[in-house]
Every structure is written in C-alpha cells, then in structure tokens.
C-alpha cells in the first residue's frame, strides 16, 4: 500500500543497479522486501549486461531491462528513452559512490518520485533522500536502509538465486560427463576484479595439488574469459589435470557452483553467489572494507589479517607492495578450513 504522504500511488518503479553482479546479488532482499511492501507495484530493474542474469525465476521481479555498457551513445540514449515510456511512479537509485550515471538516469526517467542517496551531489537529481550509510552497515543493509522513506522495513531475508529444474539438469549432466564422482564437491575461483583482491596463483595451484592428495574431494576449477591468463599460470602449477568451467554463461556458472559442497574464492562477485546458494565458502579478504562485504552468515570461513596496518586500504594495487594480506595465509592453512568444513 503507497504511503498516504507520497505524491502518487506506487504502480510502476524502476531498481537501477547496472553496477557489479555481487552488488545486485545483494541487493536481492531489497526487491524482496520492496514488493512485500508494494505487491500490485510493477517492479521492474534496470540490470547491466553481465549482472541480469542473476534476476532470472526470482518471482518478485517483473520485467528486467538491459543496459548493455558496450552500445554507443546513442543506442544508450535510445534505452533511455525507452524507459521514459514506461512512465514509472518511481525510480530507486541505491548508488552512494561518486559516479553520477544512474542518478542521471533517474532524473531523465520523468519519474514523479526519483529516491536515493544525498551524495557526491546526487541529490540535484532526486527528490527523495535516503539516510546516507554508515561505515559499519553490510552492503546488503546499505541497499535495503535506501526503501526506508518508503515505509519498508529491515528485512531479514538473505541474497537469494533461483535455478530451473533444467538448469539444475544441466549441471548433473556436465558433473557426469566429467566423472567427478560422489566425493564432495570443491569449487575453486581464483579470479577478482582487482589484483590486490586476489590470492596467489602459486598458492591456488598449491592448495590444488594438496586437496589432490587427500583424495577426499573432487574439485572443479572455475574462472571467467578474463582470468585465462590467470588459470594458465596454475595450470602449469598443477600435478594432474582437473576439470575445469569457463563462465561464459553466468546461469551454467550458478547451476554448477549449486552442486558445490565448498566454494573457495577471493572477495568477489562468485563469493556472494555461493552464499546465495547457501554454499559454505573459504574466502580471502585484504584491502576490502570488512564489515561492508563480509559473506552472510556464520558458516564460511574469512582469512583476513585485521592486525596489518594497512588492511582494509580500499587499493587496486598493494600499496606497500609486499601483497602480506593475502601472501600471509598458505595453502596448508586453507586445507585445514576445508577439512573442517566438511566435517
């Protein structure tokens, strides 16, 4: 039900988040909790190329528009105009960095009600202003804290992916053409945005060769077409040979991680979508804010070293050079997690 002080009544809004898939993955609750609130509302998100894949089967989410980042300008001002059309009641924008694009795009929507952060001078393009986040706010609370003008509460639910029973067939099958047999599943990720958010490829290949030889598990090396340099380094790291996912399809990469027992990975966009998938993950944290993209949950394990001076520096590149938030930590330590974890 739209709040009586509101200009209008809620029957077309618009969610932008055409940033990173682990952003739009957290804001899952958001949209859960904005049509628990706004069940006749027409929701539709405003997804980038990459990340709409993770809105697929979710039934809170009635139409996803593509803003693809390649197109030229002027394919991009036709979108705009396409959503124009649309007439939307409201536009949420949860952005709260320094980057003005989808506050631009709020305004140009005509939308009669364009919410979201006083930041950075966003709020010449807005009329309803969220509380600006705190330091010590989970991403996950940041995006939800933006639909609180709109009389929608905290809500509790977790990020959420959902699979087809045809995608879930598709992972049994590669599973089975790839003789991974019954052992429990470790899924192992190596890649990040950004170099300094990344283990050591030596000790991925290590770790690698040390869950070989505890012939416990089956692991499963999973990378997207950016890390092929990357993998081609571990590779050559490695004693045997192990199968190995390309994500070139982002809903084959969800199906196959679903059959994971144990996710390892750095802080990225596959860790938040394990967790999604109410996967136990092992994960790296360096220069990351902690407490804004801590995985959700009590059970994955974090190594992270909150005791050197310059964690948390927020860096692509280790600034001091010697990378010891994640060269610290070695394979060996990692294994024993792992041990743990499937006890």
């Known amino acids: 039900m739209t709040p009586e002080w509101l200009p209008c009544e809620i029957k077309k809004a618009l969610f932008i988040r055409i940033d990173r898939i682990g952003d739009l993955v957290l804001s899952t609750p958001a949209l859960k909790a904005f049509k628990r609130y706004f069940p006749d509302c027409e929701l539709s998100v405003l997804a980038s190329k990459t990340n709409r894949p993770v809105l697929l089967n979710l039934p809170y989410v009635d139409n996803i528009i593509t803003y693809d980042y390649s197109l030229n300008i002027f394919k991009k001002i036709s979108t705009l105009r396409r959503l124009r059309k649309y007439n939307y009641d409201l536009v949420i924008d949860p952005y709260c960095d320094y980057e003005l694009k989808t506050a631009l795009i709020a305004a ?47 809500e509790t639910s977790i990020p959420e992916i959902r699979l087809s029973e045809a995608e879930k067939e598709w992972s049994l099958k590669w599973i089975e053409r790839n003789q991974i047999g019954s052992r429990p599943i470790v899924g192992i990720h190596p890649g990040a945005y950004y170099e300094s958010q990344r283990w050591l490829p ?47 399809d982002l809903r084959k990469f969800l199906s196959l991680q679903s059959l994971c027992d144990v996710f390892i990975c750095n802080n990225s966009g596959p860790l938040h979508l394990a967790v999604a998938q109410k996967i136990q993950t092992i994960s790296f944290m360096g220069p990351t804010e902690k407490v804004r993209w801590m995985p959700i949950g009590s059970a994955h394990k974090v190594f992270r070293l909150d005791s050197l001076p310059c964690i948390g520096c927020k860096k692509g590149n280790c600034k001091v050079i010697t990378h010891d938030c994640m060269r610290m930590f070695s394979p060996s330590v990692v294994v024993d997690a792992l041990i743990q974890c499937n006890q």
Do not use: W
Request: glycine share 6%; proline share 4%.
């Open 108 to 154: 140009y929507s005509g939308a009669l009600i364009r919410l979201g952060h006083a930041s950075y001078g966003r709020e010449v393009f807005l009329n309803l202003i969220a509380t600006n986040p705190e330091n010590d706010q989970h991403f996950k609370d940041l995006v939800l804290n933006v639909l609180k003008p709109l009389g929608v509460e905290k």
């Open 202 to 248: 030596e000790y991925f290949a290590d770790l690698i060769n040390k869950i070989d030889e505890q012939e416990k598990f089956a692991a499963i090396l999973f990378h997207g077409p950016e890390d092929i340099c990357l993998v081609k380094n571990i590779k050559k790291m490695i004693k045997k040979s192990l199968p190995t996912f390309v994500s070139h």
